[in-house]
């Protein structure tokens, strides 16, 4: 019998057509990557605790310079006025109840069908792109009420394979070797705990 502290990985709705709400995967992240207790906690998310932040559902990627997206975070902001902005706010405050500060947008096709362990990595890769804004002295800036600024940031590692094939590792890309090199700091029983989908608990 599967332990009922197990929190089930959110699904997608199945044969989505549009995009959806999913305020469950906000919940689930919530509950195992934000928690202290969580299975997958990670603290490097702990400016996100509290954030307005919201999750959606598209029906699947999409192909932009050549490469397939499966996951996208953004800052949420309309570049139009008069009823083009009204519209897409009327749009926003139907999904959420309000417009959230930032929305990480998943493809439902791609996370039907993707194994926990991708699953979690996904989700997380989009996670990281909301970042703790800084100060002008590089400290960890916060507004007024003293909740941590957020911003959207880019990935820690960017460059071609062959310029690395050529030139060598560049400081980042050592590190991201040296990571890649080392055991997983997640273990797969935790994604399991975590998800409960591929992997099965006792």
Not at 2 to 13: G, K
Not at 38 to 55: C, E, K, S, T
Not at 77 to 83: E, H, K, L, Q, T
């Given at each position: 019998?599967?332990?009922?502290?197990?929190?089930?990985?959110?699904?997608p709705?199945?044969?989505?057509?549009?995009?959806?709400?999913?305020?469950?995967?906000?919940?689930?992240?919530?509950?195992?990557?934000?928690?202290?207790?969580?299975?997958?906690?990670?603290?490097?998310?702990?400016?996100?605790?509290?954030?307005?932040?919201?999750?959606?559902?598209?029906?699947?990627?999409?192909?932009k310079?050549?490469?397939?997206?499966?996951?996208?975070a953004?800052?949420?902001?309309?570049?139009?006025?008069?009823?083009?902005?009204?519209?897409?706010?009327?749009?926003?405050?139907?999904?959420?109840?309000?417009v959230?500060?930032?929305?990480?947008?998943?493809?439902?096709?791609?996370?039907?069908?993707?194994?926990?362990?991708?699953?979690?990595?996904?989700?997380?890769?989009?996670?990281?792109?909301?970042?703790h804004?800084?100060?002008?002295?590089?400290?960890?800036?916060?507004?007024?009420?003293?909740?941590?600024?957020?911003?959207?940031?880019?990935h820690?590692?960017?460059?071609?394979?062959?310029?690395?094939?050529?030139?060598?590792?560049?400081?980042?890309?050592?590190r991201?070797?040296?990571?890649?090199?080392?055991?997983?700091?997640?273990?797969?029983?935790?994604?399991?705990?975590?998800?409960?989908?591929?992997?099965?608990?006792?």
């Amino acid at each position: 019998m599967r332990d009922r502290s197990v929190l089930v990985r959110p699904a997608p709705p199945r044969n989505l057509a549009i995009f959806a709400p999913a305020p469950e995967l906000l919940a689930w992240a919530e509950q195992t990557i934000f928690a202290p207790a969580g299975p997958l906690h990670n603290p490097d998310h702990i400016h996100l605790v509290d954030a307005d932040l919201a999750f959606l559902w598209a029906p699947g990627a999409f192909e932009k310079a050549g490469r397939t997206v499966l996951g996208q975070a953004e800052q949420v902001m309309f570049r139009a006025g008069g009823w083009q902005k009204a519209r897409q706010e009327q749009q926003m405050v139907e999904w959420f109840g309000s417009v959230p500060e930032f929305l990480i947008t998943l493809a439902a096709d791609y996370c039907a069908i993707c194994s926990d362990a991708e699953f979690c990595a996904l989700v997380e890769h989009e996670l990281y792109h909301v970042g703790h804004a800084r100060d002008p002295f590089g400290a960890p800036a916060f507004d007024r009420e003293g909740r941590p600024k957020l911003r959207i940031v880019g990935h820690d590692v960017e460059e071609f394979v062959g310029v690395v094939a050529r030139y060598g590792p560049s400081e980042d890309v050592q590190r991201l070797v040296a990571a890649a090199g080392a055991q997983p700091a997640v273990a797969r029983l935790n994604i399991a705990r975590a998800c409960g989908c591929c992997l099965k608990v006792a």
